[in-house]
C-alpha cells in the first residue's frame, strides 16, 4: 500500500516537472517573438488619417505574424528622439519612425545604434540599418484633383496642407496638375495651417475658400482636416480626404479619399523582417503601380464605410448617404479616373513632383 502510494507520487512529481517544462518551452517561444516598436507623429492615434493607418499595419501584424508590439504617442517633436532611442535601448527588433519630421532624430539614433534596425514613413534616411518607405502622394493626388475639376460646378476648388514642406508641397503640386489636366484654366486656392492637429484652423481656412467660391477641397494635413469635414457639412461643399478613408467623416459630402496604403507599408516591412528579408539602406516607393496609393471607390461602399457603420461611428442613413451620393456625384467619373491612372502607369501621363522637383514660383 505505501509502495503503491510512493509509486503515484513519484509519478505525480514527474508529470509536473514534464508541465513545468512544457510551460518553460512556451515561455520561451514567447520571449523569441520579435519585437516592433512605433513612434507615431505629433497628433496621435484618433486622427482618422496617418497615425491610425500606421496602426492598422501594425496591429495586422500582431494577428497574423505573431510579432510583439509596443507604441509610443509623443506630445511634441521634441520626444521623439528619447523615445526612438529608448526603444533601440530595450533591443526591439525593428522600431518605426512615423512621418517626415523624425528623419533628424532617427538619423542620430541609427547612428548610435547600429545594430538595430529601423525604417522611417515619409522620408529618406541614407543608413545600412534604416529601410526608408516611401510613396507616390503626387500620382494619388493627381487622381483627386482630377475627380475635383470633374466635380466642381464654379471651377473653383481648395488645398489645404499641413506644415509646409516639400513632402506636402507634393500632395499639393500632384493635385493642382490633375485638375488641370481636366480643366486648364480652374482655379485652385491653396493655403497651409501650419499645424497636423489643428482642425479649428483647418476649418477655418476651408470656410475662408468656400467663401471665395471654392465647392470641393482637398486637405493633406493630418488631424486638422477634421474642421474641413465640419465646414464641408455645414456649407455643403465637397471635400477630398487623404491616408485613409475619411469619406464617413462627412456622410454624403466626403466625395473621396486619397489612400496613402501606410498601413500595408508597415505590415510588408515586419512581414520581410519576420521572413529575414529586411534589407536596410534601401528606399521602397509605394506608388500607383503596386497600389501603394489611389483613390476610395468611387461606385460602391467600400469595407471601410461599411465598417464605420457596423462600429457605430454613422448611421444606417448616413451610409446610404454616402451611397447615393456616389451613384449621383462620383460614379459618372469612374472610368475617367481609371483612364488617368492607367496613362500615369504606363507613362503618358507625367505628374510633376515639387518634392524633387521644387515648387514652381
Not at 542620430?108 to 516611401?134: G, H, K, M, R
Not at 477634421?226 to 459630402?253: H, K, T, W
Not at 516591412?269 to 496609393?293: H, N, P, W, Y
Request: hydrophobic share 45%; net charge negative; with cysteine.
Amino acid at each position: 500500500m505505501k509502495k503503491n502510494l510512493i509509486i503515484l507520487l513519484v509519478s505525480l512529481m514527474i508529470l509536473s516537472v514534464a508541465l513545468t517544462g512544457c510551460g518553460g518551452g512556451k515561455a520561451n517561444e514567447g520571449e523569441e517573438k520579435l519585437r516592433i516598436a512605433i513612434v507615431y507623429s505629433t497628433g496621435g492615434l484618433g486622427d482618422k488619417s496617418f497615425n491610425d493607418s500606421a496602426h492598422r499595419g501594425l496591429l495586422r501584424a500582431e494577428k497574423e505574424l505573431g510579432v510583439e508590439i509596443d507604441w509610443v504617442e509623443p506630445r511634441d517633436s521634441a520626444e521623439d528622439a528619447d523615445y526612438l532611442r529608448g526603444y533601440a535601448a530595450e533591443g526591439f527588433d525593428l522600431v518605426i519612425a512615423v512621418g517626415f519630421q523624425m528623419a533628424d532624430s532617427l538619423k542620430t539614433v541609427a547612428q548610435e545604434y547600429p545594430d538595430i534596425n529601423f525604417a522611417i514613413i515619409d522620408s529618406v534616411v541614407e543608413l545600412p540599418n534604416v529601410a526608408s518607405l516611401v510613396f507616390a502622394e503626387h500620382e494619388g493626388s493627381f487622381l483627386a484633383g482630377a475627380l475635383a475639376a470633374l466635380v466642381t460646378e464654379s471651377n473653383i476648388i481648395g488645398f489645404i496642407g499641413g506644415i509646409q514642406f516639400p513632402l506636402i508641397e507634393r500632395f499639393e503640386g500632384g493635385f493642382i496638375a490633375g485638375a488641370k489636366h481636366i480643366n486648364p484654366d480652374i482655379q485652385v486656392l491653396s493655403q497651409y495651417a501650419r499645424s497636423f492637429g489643428d482642425p479649428a484652423t483647418g476649418k477655418e481656412i476651408a470656410l475662408a475658400q468656400i467663401d471665395a467660391g471654392a465647392d470641393v477641397i482637398y486637405h493633406a494635413s493630418g488631424g486638422t482636416g477634421g474642421g474641413l469635414f465640419e465646414a464641408a457639412m455645414e456649407r455643403g461643399i465637397y471635400a477630398i480626404g487623404v491616408d485613409s478613408n475619411q469619406n464617413f467623416l462627412a456622410p454624403g459630402y466626403g466625395i473621396a479619399s486619397m489612400l496613402k496604403r501606410v498601413d500595408v507599408a508597415v505590415f510588408e516591412t515586419i512581414r520581410a523582417l519576420t521572413e529575414g528579408e529586411f534589407k536596410g539602406g534601401q528606399s521602397v516607393m509605394f506608388d500607383l503601380a503596386i497600389d501603394g496609393v489611389g483613390l476610395t471607390d468611387l461606385v460602391n461602399i467600400d469595407i471601410d464605410e461599411q465598417a464605420a457603420k457596423d462600429s457605430g461611428d454613422i448611421t444606417e442613413a448616413q451610409l446610404n448617404a454616402i451611397k447615393e451620393m456616389k451613384q449621383r456625384v462620383t460614379a459618372q467619373h469612374a472610368d475617367k479616373i481609371n483612364e488617368i491612372r492607367a496613362g500615369i502607369i504606363n507613362g503618358t501621363i507625367k505628374v510633376p513632383d515639387w518634392m524633387t522637383e521644387g515648387r514652381p514660383e
